[in-house]
C-alpha cells in the first residue's frame, strides 16, 4: 500500500512539474522524443534479429514466395506510414482495411509454403 502511494506521489509530482514549471512541456517532449527513438532503436534491431534468425527458412522458399512476403511487408510498412490521411475518407478505411488484411494474408500463406516442404 506505502510502494503505491509512493508510486502515484511520483506520476502526480512529474505531472506538477509538466504542467507549471515553465519549460516543462519542452522538457516533456525532449522525453518523449528520446523514448521515440529508444523504441525504433530497440524495433530495428528486434528487426534485424528476427531477419538473420530466420535466414534458413526464407532461402528455403522459390524467389516468387519471397517476393511476395517482401512485397506484403512494404505495403504494410507504408500502410503505417499513412495511417493519418487513409483514415482521412471513407474511401481511404477501405483500402486501409482491404491493403492491409491482403498483406497479412500474403504474409500467412507464403509462411504456410515455408512449412509446408
Partial sequence: ML???RNIAIVLGLA???EFVPGGGAG???VNATF????VAIAIWMALRIYSDTELTRLS??????ATLYG???VLVVL????????GSALGRVSFVALAAGSIFAILDTLRQARAY
Fill in 28 to 30: 516533456a517532449a525532449a
Fill in 3 to 5: 510502494r503505491a502511494a
Fill in 16 to 18: 506538477a512539474a509538466v
Fill in 36 to 39: 521515440s527513438v529508444f523504441f
Fill in 61 to 66: 522458399v522459390g524467389d516468387r514466395e519471397r
Fill in 72 to 74: 506484403a511487408i512494404a
Fill in 80 to 87: 503505417v506510414a499513412g495511417i493519418d490521411e487513409m483514415f
